[in-house]
Protein backbone atom coordinates (compact mmCIF):
# COMPACT_ATOMS: atom_id res chain seq x y z
CA UNK A 1 0.00 0.00 0.00
CA UNK A 2 1.29 3.62 -0.64
CA UNK A 3 2.06 5.77 1.70
CA UNK A 4 -0.47 8.15 1.12
CA UNK A 5 -3.11 5.97 1.27
CA UNK A 6 -1.46 5.06 4.51
CA UNK A 7 -1.69 8.42 5.97
CA UNK A 8 -5.57 8.48 4.97
CA UNK A 9 -6.09 5.41 6.45
CA UNK A 10 -4.17 6.55 10.13
CA UNK A 11 -5.83 9.90 9.97
CA UNK A 12 -8.97 8.63 9.68
CA UNK A 13 -8.89 5.97 12.45
CA UNK A 14 -7.05 9.14 14.56
CA UNK A 15 -10.98 10.51 14.39
CA UNK A 16 -9.98 13.22 11.97
CA UNK A 17 -13.08 13.29 9.45
CA UNK A 18 -11.17 15.51 6.73
CA UNK A 19 -7.73 16.51 5.77
CA UNK A 20 -8.35 19.96 6.59
CA UNK A 21 -9.43 19.13 10.45
CA UNK A 22 -6.24 16.81 10.88
CA UNK A 23 -4.34 20.30 8.72
CA UNK A 24 -5.76 22.28 11.53
CA UNK A 25 -4.46 19.98 14.37
CA UNK A 26 -1.32 19.40 13.33
CA UNK A 27 -0.74 23.47 12.14
CA UNK A 28 -0.08 22.97 8.57
CA UNK A 29 -2.05 23.52 5.12
CA UNK A 30 -4.78 21.32 4.09
CA UNK A 31 -3.21 21.48 0.76
CA UNK A 32 -0.15 19.54 2.26
CA UNK A 33 -2.01 17.05 4.09
CA UNK A 34 -3.87 16.58 0.84
CA UNK A 35 -1.17 16.37 -1.25
CA UNK A 36 0.83 13.67 1.32
CA UNK A 37 -2.43 11.71 1.33
CA UNK A 38 -2.68 11.30 -2.45
CA UNK A 39 0.94 10.53 -2.52
CA UNK A 40 3.11 14.20 -4.41
CA UNK A 41 6.36 13.19 -5.17
CA UNK A 42 6.64 16.71 -4.26
CA UNK A 43 5.62 16.56 -0.33
CA UNK A 44 8.49 17.21 1.61
CA UNK A 45 10.06 16.17 4.68
CA UNK A 46 8.61 18.81 7.55
CA UNK A 47 5.12 18.29 6.09
CA UNK A 48 5.79 14.40 7.00
CA UNK A 49 7.57 15.34 10.15
CA UNK A 50 4.40 17.54 11.20
CA UNK A 51 1.86 13.98 10.27
CA UNK A 52 4.60 11.75 12.03
CA UNK A 53 4.10 13.99 14.96
CA UNK A 54 0.17 14.19 14.54
CA UNK A 55 0.33 10.38 14.10
CA UNK A 56 2.00 9.72 16.84
CA UNK A 57 4.30 7.72 14.36
CA UNK A 58 8.04 7.57 15.13
CA UNK A 59 10.21 10.46 13.69
CA UNK A 60 11.37 9.44 9.65
CA UNK A 61 8.99 7.00 9.78
CA UNK A 62 8.13 7.74 6.38
CA UNK A 63 11.68 8.89 5.27
CA UNK A 64 12.81 5.46 6.34
CA UNK A 65 9.73 3.64 4.23
CA UNK A 66 10.00 5.34 0.86
CA UNK A 67 13.74 5.30 0.74
CA UNK A 68 13.24 1.12 1.84
CA UNK A 69 9.60 0.19 0.64
CA UNK A 70 9.54 -1.85 4.01
CA UNK A 71 5.64 -2.12 4.65
CA UNK A 72 6.28 -3.33 8.17
CA UNK A 73 7.43 0.11 8.79
CA UNK A 74 4.29 1.66 8.35
CA UNK A 75 2.24 -1.48 9.30
CA UNK A 76 3.52 -1.10 12.99
CA UNK A 77 2.74 2.67 13.17
CA UNK A 78 4.63 3.35 16.34
CA UNK A 79 8.07 2.89 17.84
CA UNK A 80 8.88 0.02 19.74
CA UNK A 81 8.37 0.71 23.61
CA UNK A 82 5.81 3.75 22.87
CA UNK A 83 3.00 3.50 24.54
CA UNK A 84 -0.33 3.26 22.63
CA UNK A 85 -1.95 6.58 22.76
CA UNK A 86 -3.60 6.91 19.26
CA UNK A 87 -6.72 4.87 17.85
CA UNK A 88 -4.20 4.36 15.14
CA UNK A 89 -1.62 2.31 16.54
CA UNK A 90 -2.64 -1.49 16.49
CA UNK A 91 -1.48 -3.43 18.65
CA UNK A 92 -0.24 -7.07 18.30
CA UNK A 93 -1.91 -9.51 20.06
CA UNK A 94 -1.31 -12.90 21.36
CA UNK A 95 -3.59 -16.01 21.59
CA UNK A 96 -4.32 -15.65 25.00
CA UNK A 97 -5.43 -11.85 24.46
CA UNK A 98 -7.18 -13.23 21.22
CA UNK A 99 -9.37 -15.50 23.96
CA UNK A 100 -9.39 -13.33 26.34
CA UNK A 101 -11.56 -10.74 24.43
CA UNK A 102 -14.92 -10.56 24.18
CA UNK A 103 -17.31 -10.69 20.52
CA UNK A 104 -17.41 -7.13 20.25
CA UNK A 105 -13.63 -6.23 21.35
CA UNK A 106 -13.02 -8.74 18.61
CA UNK A 107 -15.01 -6.86 15.87
CA UNK A 108 -13.07 -3.66 16.71
CA UNK A 109 -9.52 -4.80 16.69
CA UNK A 110 -10.69 -5.95 13.22
CA UNK A 111 -11.90 -2.77 12.16
CA UNK A 112 -9.02 -1.26 13.40
CA UNK A 113 -6.58 -3.42 10.97
CA UNK A 114 -8.27 -2.66 8.10
CA UNK A 115 -8.22 0.86 9.18
CA UNK A 116 -4.69 0.65 9.44
CA UNK A 117 -3.52 -1.63 7.28
CA UNK A 118 -6.11 -3.29 4.20
CA UNK A 119 -8.81 -5.77 4.27
CA UNK A 120 -7.13 -8.17 3.42
CA UNK A 121 -4.52 -7.98 6.94
CA UNK A 122 -7.72 -7.32 8.49
CA UNK A 123 -9.48 -10.37 7.26
CA UNK A 124 -6.37 -12.92 7.65
CA UNK A 125 -6.09 -11.90 11.20
CA UNK A 126 -10.17 -12.07 11.90
CA UNK A 127 -9.73 -15.54 10.49
CA UNK A 128 -7.06 -16.65 12.81
CA UNK A 129 -8.50 -15.23 15.79
CA UNK A 130 -11.30 -16.79 14.73
CA UNK A 131 -10.07 -20.48 14.62
CA UNK A 132 -7.75 -19.77 17.76
CA UNK A 133 -11.24 -18.71 20.00
CA UNK A 134 -12.68 -22.08 18.51
CA UNK A 135 -10.14 -24.45 19.19
CA UNK A 136 -9.99 -22.86 23.17
CA UNK A 137 -14.08 -23.27 23.69
CA UNK A 138 -13.35 -27.04 22.18
CA UNK A 139 -10.39 -27.60 24.48
CA UNK A 140 -12.25 -26.16 27.14
CA UNK A 141 -15.27 -28.63 26.78
CA UNK A 142 -12.99 -31.79 26.56
CA UNK A 143 -11.31 -30.73 29.60
CA UNK A 144 -14.80 -30.71 31.37
CA UNK A 145 -15.85 -33.40 29.94
CA UNK A 146 -12.35 -35.46 30.91
CA UNK A 147 -13.48 -34.14 34.05
CA UNK A 148 -16.56 -35.12 34.50
CA UNK A 149 -18.81 -31.81 34.35
Known amino acids: MKVGKRIQRAR ?10 FADAIGISATSVARAEAGWDTTGASVYADIERGL ?22 TAEGDEPDDSAWVPMLTDGQIIAMDGGAVLRHYVKLELAFDA ?11 VIRRNARIAERETLTADGQ
Open 12 to 21: RAARYKNAKA
Open 56 to 77: KWPEEIIQRYLATGDDSLLGRM
Open 120 to 130: AVAEDWLFHAV
